[in-house]
């Protein structure tokens, strides 16, 4: 349908509310299109885009209307990703970054909600919940930073940067490794381990200003794609944060948590929609080429060829198989009343990630192999499409690996059940 938006191509029963801000999102496309093979080129992300979002509320697209906010949801924010994957898919995934910063106002306030924490400990939680959400419906961009160049071999993530309390506040040292928007964001919301805690409930959150004494940007690294989400990362060396810019009171983290639908801190399904609607803008200019090119001597299309046809089945089917497993995975993590437990959410999610990013790449490869020598270049839509879409492969990790935990999740279920039914 030619009035259809873009972002209802993966969310396609849009309520009247949620249309209103997809077409929020829809009139920011042209803009990041254009500037799509520039910021791949310069491999800098286009400054100039984070007035362009800023104008049109979207950094607030997903905070509560009570904040002031645009009130969206997850299905909004997976529509905004996918949509702005279609344009340029590095503005994408450098938005999605920002709106993860939302889980740590929301995710707060509903651990209260749910009476997780103790009455002297509200005050604090709410004030620093609040202050991210007020930000971000206020203009402010935050980069969240999780990612560490210190990694371990029984954790997805392993957060070495350390808060040590000093007279007025914290002082951060650390590195985050990866972590878009880096040299652009106003603020970097930084996840740090309080010193002499080594469990969960000493990870604590901080509100880092961009320019604060002690912040530096790692090295720039010449990434093989999104090469214009500035993902470089930055070193903290004792910085100093105020008391009020942090959140530190014990176990907050893992409470906030236990309040997420989805796996780790919920939202992480919208990085996949990044690659989706990347994948869907190689497919379409694919098509859309091999269709109206033909071939001299029969002047028939060269899609109709068999070997095309082959390719552009193949093709079809991997964007397919990425688009069920997203809904799927939507389904799953908003619907009302839930239809899945929290634990098969998350082993859900285990196998989806890794799937439809390796399904997306897929779709890429197959337009490599159907656009022949004319698009294997750097600055091509299909050179590009292959680029971006290999990072998926590496930052959502391989579908292996999700096997491999959704494998451990679920029979460790059965093994529990098998345990609670022996006779005593």
Partial sequence: MADRLTGERLVDDMTVEEKARAALVEQVLPALRAKAEQADRDGAFPREHLGTLREAGLLGLIVPEEYGGLGGTLRDLAA?????????????????????????????????????????????????????????????????FASESVKSSSANIA???????????????????????????????????????????????????RDADGVTERPFWDGIGMRGSANHGIKLDRVFIPHAEALTVPGAFVKMLQCSRGSFVGNQLAITAVYVGAAQGVYDDTLDRLTRK????????????????????????????????LRRQLLIETCEPPIA?????YAQWRIAKGSIC???????????????????????????????????????????????????????????ELFASVPK
Avoid at 100 to 108: F, I
Avoid at 163 to 179: D, Q, R, Y
Avoid at 389 to 407: H, Q
Wanted: glycine letters at 8%; charged letters at 15%.
């Fill in 80 to 144: 905004a990703t996918y949509a702005m994957g279609t344009a340029c898919p590095s503005t994408a995934l450098a938005f999605f970054f920002h709106n993860t910063s939302a889980s740590r106002g929301l995710l707060p306030l509903e651990a209260i909600e749910s009476g997780l924490f103790a009455d002297d400990e509200v005050p604090v939680v709410t004030a620093f919940a609040e202050k991210v959400l007020r930000l971000m419906s206020g203009g402010t961009w935050l980069a969240n």
């Fill in 159 to 209: 957060i070495a940067t350390t808060a040590v309390e000093v007279e007025g506040g914290w002082e951060l040292t650390g590195e985050k490794s990866f972590g878009c928007a880096t040299g652009i964001a106003d603020y970097y919301l930084v996840t740090a381990r309080l010193d002499g805690t080594e469990t969960a409930d000493g990870l604590a959150m901080f509100l880092v200003p």
């Fill in 294 to 325: 033909t071939f001299a001597d029969t002047g028939r299309s060269i899609a109709e060829s068999p070997m095309h046809q082959v390719i552009i089945g193949n093709m079809t089917e991997n964007l397919e198989t990425a688009y069920l497993w």
């Fill in 341 to 345: 437990t929290k634990s098969e959410v």
């Fill in 358 to 416: 390796q399904a997306a790449f897929d779709v890429a490869v197959n337009a490599l192999k159907a656009s022949g020598t004319s698009s294997a270049t750097m600055n091509g839509v299909v050179g590009r499409a292959l680029r971006d879409l290999s990072m998926g492969l590496v930052m959502t990790f391989p579908p292996e690996r999700g096997r491999l935990e959704a494998a451990s999740v679920i029979t460790s279920n059965k093994a529990n």
